[in-house]
């Protein structure tokens, strides 16, 4: 018998099985504009109506490795979380609604099993952003990846009003910051993170929170100048990505506790508070700046710091 692309290690039909996987589901699903099913060559989505000036804002990420941990632990579903809400969480900063996410995960041997649980995680984490999953990919790649070993990455896009894009073009000195609560780690410093704690712990796979609910029902509450996700970099960078020429964020560190597992990486590992800052969320997961004037309608949140002329 001759060699085939089974024998050099990709199974087709494996991949239809997870195609028909997928589709059985999704298939109870609301659709949210999203057309035909999956498993076509490109996924369809109609345009929403009522916008005047509809702007699509794309964004696209993974979860790094974190991975590792996931394999670890035999735990996959939060990962399939973390996939959208990394990508979500960057649209909503930008003040978009997003409207649908794809998925791409590639595998040195197709795992069924896992792939569903990856699935089920993508699908809880796109209703609760209120998304459609319009589709994606799955590779098998021997010779790329080793037979146990898999990456994910996603791709989301949303949609905005023009003349309400929020850039951070607005903020001036004195306004303040609102931080929301991370869920825990979220899906940044796990390559530190796996250097401090060779054995993994099922509490560092805590998914990302996502955000998008949260941050549509402050806009109508705030006037929102600039929204930071903050992923690798930390607040101070991932915040001074908004801020105009001349301006700088103060964040008042005592202002809310830091979860006890940033305490406790900090310690074992032996690591600067500057470094943890730099690289871990350290309990916020998401900056809002709003003008000091809205300060008492803001009471109930948390204020973390204040921008400043440098």
């Known amino acids: 018998m001759g060699i085939t692309y089974a024998r050099a290690g990709v199974d087709i039909d494996k991949g239809n099985q997870l195609v028909s996987i997928i589709k059985e ?5 609301p659709k949210r504009g999203g057309l035909g099913e999956i498993g076509h060559f490109g996924g369809f989505y109609e345009i929403p109506k009522g916008y005047r000036e509809p702007i699509l804002v794309s964004s ?23 996939l959208v809400a990394m990508s979500v969480n960057d649209l909503v900063a930008t003040g978009a609604k997003p409207l649908f996410f794809l998925d791409y995960l590639a595998f040195g041997r197709l795992n069924l099993d896992i792939a569903s649980q990856i699935i089920d995680g993508i699908i809880w984490a796109c209703e609760e952003a209120g998304c459609s999953l319009l589709g994606g990919e799955t590779a098998e790649m021997p010779g790329v990846y080793k037979e146990e070993e898999f990456d994910l990455a996603g791709f989301a896009v949303g ?29 940044n410093g796990f390559s530190l993170l796996r250097k401090v704690f060779p054995e993994p712990r099922i509490e560092f796979l805590v998914p990302t929170k996502i955000y998008v609910r949260d941050v549509i029902d402050l806009k109508q509450r705030l006037t929102i100048k600039g929204i930071a996700h903050i992923t690798g970099g930390g607040l101070f960078e991932n915040i001074g990505r908004l801020l105009p020429k001349g301006l700088k964020a103060t964040i008042d560190k005592k202002s809310w506790e830091i979860p006890e597992i940033f305490l406790e990486i900090q310690t074992k590992g032996k690591i600067s508070e500057q470094e943890m800052f730099r690289t871990f969320n350290m309990g916020i ?26």
């Not at 979860?63 to 996959?76: E, F, H, P, R």
């Not at 001036?172 to 929301?180: A, E, P, V």
């Open 159 to 187: 949609v905005v009003e023009k003349d309400e894009i929020i850039t951070g073009a607005k903020i001036s000195n004195q306004d303040i910051i609102i931080g929301l609560p991370s869920s825990g780690l979220h899906s």
């Open 285 to 310: 997961g998401m900056a809002l700046i709003i003008p000091e004037k809205e300060q008492e309608k803001a009471k109930e949140l948390l204020v973390i710091g204040r921008i400043e002329k440098e």
């Open 60 to 82: 696209c990420d993974g979860v790094g490795t974190k991975v590792k941990l996931a394999q670890a632990l035999n735990s996959y579903s939060g990962i399939g979380i973390d």
């Open 25 to 29: 589901k999704v298939k109870f699903l």
